[in-house]
């Protein structure tokens, strides 16, 4: 037999049409398959050691595999021959969002020759049990393609061969594969840009009439040496806060204070003690509290209210400590979305409220994103 199939797959367009089709195998946590956003949370971050792929690969081959019968051995698959193959330019792939933050997708690529080995107690059972494997193949193309099998080629299979020490009968059947796995990186990035000083000199650099202002968006970034507002204001809806929080030792200390307020708002606004009726309140349907707060006591409050939201990212090394810096990705869906009406309309995180200076007492960083 050279070629019972062959098949090479183009992927789909939208990202929905990976999460249609089942996955045949689960795979360890060490490498991620390339499905699509199944999720980007699952997807490792850095590439991974070729011994790890290699594992992947052969445990999401053995599923297909049929069950040992008897006192015959185990049916089983082994890799006979391994070649790196590119991927893109430099790994590359594209780019993808975690928890609204931007992220390098690469991937790499492995083409090599696996080989099926199955028992039966005669010539015959071996021969069907062969062919149910290629049945069972043919029948996954998709589960495969979605697994990270991009081409799946049929080389050859052997005649029944008797062993009289088992005594068994034997076949073995080889595959051509170009199996491609996926990780994220940072690409050696050492910050997140949150905030895009502006100057303009009329006439002469640092002249008096010299013009200075800030560009942001819906990010901050808070360390130890500033811890800018997020304010948030236009029309808009606010469902999640996403986080990137770096703390290699003592959290800061100073509070959190969640803010709805609008640009004519008289008076200190009105304080709910938790997270959960804040938002009752701002989002009820008839009368919105409109200019309304919630402090979390601590900063360690305020980030034990997220939940991790997959494996940490390396960004530079803001403690200089020769070591890249672990940023955990967070989560904080709101109850109930909150919508800004118009331009008066603020949503704003405030770390240190109060503050002329906010900053962190400690070393870290954190990048928080509404969205």
């Given at each position: 037999?050279?070629?019972?199939f062959?098949?090479?797959?183009g ?11 089942a996955?045949a195998?689960?795979?360890p946590?060490a490498?991620?398959a390339?499905?699509?956003m199944?999720s980007l949370l ?8 070729q011994?790890?792929v ?6 999401a081959?053995a599923?297909?595999l049929p ?5 015959l051995?185990?049916?089983?698959v ?5 070649e ?8 590359y ?22 080989r ?8 015959n059972?071996?021969?069907q049990?062969?062919?149910?494997l290629h ?13 990270g099998f ?6 050859g ?6 062993i009289?020490s088992?005594?068994?009968w034997r076949?073995?059947?080889d595959y051509?594969?170009?199996y491609?796995f996926?990780?994220?990186?940072t690409?050696?990035a050492q910050?997140?840009i949150?905030?895009i ?16 202002t800030v560009?942001?968006d819906?990010m901050a970034?808070?360390d130890?040496?500033?811890a ?11 469902s999640?806060?996403?986080?990137l ?11 959190v204070?969640l803010?709805?307020?609008f ?7 009105t304080?709910?003690?938790?997270l959960?009726?804040?938002v ?8 919105p ?5 919630v402090?979390?006591?601590?900063f ?5 209210a997220?939940?991790l939201a997959g494996?940490?990212?390396?960004l530079?090394?803001w403690?200089e ?5 672990s940023?955990q990705?967070?989560t904080?869906?709101?109850p ?9 309309d603020?949503l ?10 906010p ?8 990048y928080?994103?509404?969205?």
């Amino acid at each position: 037999m050279t070629s019972l199939f062959s098949f090479l797959r183009g992927r789909p367009e939208a990202a929905e049409d990976e999460l249609a089709a089942a996955t045949a195998v689960s795979t360890p946590t060490a490498v991620a398959a390339p499905t699509a956003m199944r999720s980007l949370l699952s997807i490792p971050h850095g590439a991974p050691a070729q011994d790890d792929v290699l594992i992947v690969m052969r445990a999401a081959l053995a599923a297909y595999l049929p069950l040992a019968s008897g006192s015959l051995p185990a049916p089983n698959v082994s890799i006979i021959k391994v070649e790196e193959k590119p991927t893109g330019l430099g790994n590359y792939i594209g780019d993808e969002v975690l928890e609204q933050f931007s992220i390098v997708l690469k991937g790499g690529r492995l083409q090599a020759s696996v080989r099926f080995q199955l028992w039966a107690d005669t010539p015959n059972n071996v021969d069907q049990a062969i062919d149910d494997l290629h049945g069972r193949l043919l029948a996954a193309k998709d589960d495969l393609w979605i697994a990270g099998f991009l081409r799946f080629v049929a080389e050859g299979s052997t005649l029944a061969e008797h062993i009289p020490s088992l005594p068994a009968w034997r076949r073995t059947a080889d595959y051509q594969v170009l199996y491609e796995f996926r990780y994220t990186d940072t690409d050696d990035a050492q910050s997140l840009i949150a905030r895009i000083p502006v100057h303009t000199d009329p006439e002469e650099l640092d002249s008096p009439q010299r013009e200075t202002t800030v560009v942001t968006d819906d990010m901050a970034r808070w360390d130890e040496q500033t811890a800018p507002t997020l304010d948030l204001h236009g029309r808009l809806t606010v469902s999640r806060f996403s986080a990137l929080a770096f703390v290699p030792g003592t959290p800061p200390s100073a509070p959190v204070m969640l803010l709805r307020t609008f640009d004519s708002a008289v008076g200190p606004p009105t304080a709910f003690a938790d997270l959960a009726t804040f938002v009752t309140a701002v989002t009820n349907p008839t009368t919105p509290a409109r200019h309304a707060q919630v402090t979390f006591a601590t900063f360690s409050d305020f980030i034990t209210a997220f939940s991790l939201a997959g494996s940490p990212i390396t960004l530079g090394d803001w403690d200089e400590d020769a070591t890249p810096d672990s940023y955990q990705p967070l989560t904080l869906p709101l109850p109930t979305p909150i919508t800004l009406s118009g331009w008066a309309d603020h949503l704003q995180l405030v770390y240190q409220p109060g503050g002329t200076t906010p900053q962190f007492d400690q070393t870290a960083v954190l990048y928080i994103r509404a969205g």
